[in-house]
Nanobody, 126 residues
Framework: QVQLVESGGGLVQAGGSLRLSCAAS????????MGWFRQPPGKEREFVAA????????RYEDSVKGRFTVSRDNAKNTVYLQMNSLNAEDTAVYYC???????????????????WGQGTQVTVSS
């Protein structure tokens, strides 16, 4: 079992940047594939980005490709989401999640994750 705590959200103007962090407890963080999801106001939770436990393979939702970058630091038990060129459509609560599926797998569906953080609000003003 791993516990996750997100941070780094806030209010930013359109075109600005934020970096979200997700700190994980436990000594097996490096074996978890990690993902970022978001839930815009009044909408369903949606996939944003994910990174495998090994080899650093990543996947992105189409609307964030080229703007967002997911990375991880296993020594710090932390996964990051660097978000650039933010726009109003990026406004959402952002969640990180941990998956214990195969370590080379990049998990892009919410059902593939059993451990979730509490979320952090990102608001982009236009």
């Amino acid at each position: 079992q791993v516990q996750l705590v997100e941070s780094g959200g806030g209010l930013v103007q359109a075109g600005g940047s934020l970096r979200l962090s997700c700190a994980a407890s436990g000594r097996t963080f490096s074996s978890y594939s990690m993902g970022w999801f978001r839930q815009p106001p009044g909408k369903e939770r949606e996939f944003v980005a994910a990174i495998a436990a090994i080899a650093g393979n990543t996947r992105y939702e189409d609307s964030v490709k080229g703007r967002f970058t997911v990375s991880r630091d296993n020594a710090k038990n932390t996964v990051y989401l660097q978000m650039n060129s933010l726009n109003a459509e990026d406004t959402a609560v952002y969640y990180c999640a941990a998956s214990s599926r195969a370590p080379w797998e990049v998990v892009i569906t919410a059902s593939g994750y059993k451990n979730w953080g509490q979320g952090t609000q990102v608001t982009v003003s236009s």
